[in-house]
Nanobody
Framework: QVQLVESGGGLVQAGGSLRLSCAAS????????MGWFRQAPGKEREFVAA???????HYADSVKGRFTISRDNAKNTVALQMNSLKPEDTAVYYC??????????????????WGQGTQVTVSS
């Protein structure tokens, strides 16, 4: 069993920045793909970014060039640096994890462990 806890959400003006963090505990392993998803009210959960155990990354087209995902295997944490935020980025952001495979999953059903979510609100 792995527990994931997100932090760092809040209210920010358009064009601003936020840094989200996810701390993993329990039966953790560095051999996990760690991902971020988000869900706005009335919309389906969508993939944001993910990072493999080896540090390879994948981003949704909507956040490329603005968001950066990183991980610290020694501390069992993953972060999402969000710059140039837009109102469209407003959502609950979730941290997720799954045992590493030969590719980086981008569907929420491919992830096994999930955090409780943290609210990000971008005002215009």
């Amino acid at each position: 069993q792995v527990q994931l806890v997100e932090s760092g959400g809040g209210l920010v003006q358009a064009g601003g920045s936020l840094r989200l963090s996810c701390a993993a505990s329990g039966r953790t392993s560095s051999n996990y793909v760690m991902g971020w998803f988000r869900q706005a009210p009335g919309k389906e959960r969508e993939f944001v970014a993910a990072i493999s155990s080896g540090g390879s990354t994948h981003y949704a087209d909507s956040v490329k060039g603005r968001f950066t995902i990183s991980r610290d295997n020694a501390k069992n944490t993953v972060a999402l640096q969000m710059n140039s935020l837009k109102p469209e980025d407003t959502a609950v952001y979730y941290c997720a994890a799954v045992v590493a495979s030969w590719y980086i999953p981008s569907y929420d059903r491919e992830y096994r462990y999930w955090g409780q979510g943290t609210q990000v609100t971008v005002s215009s």
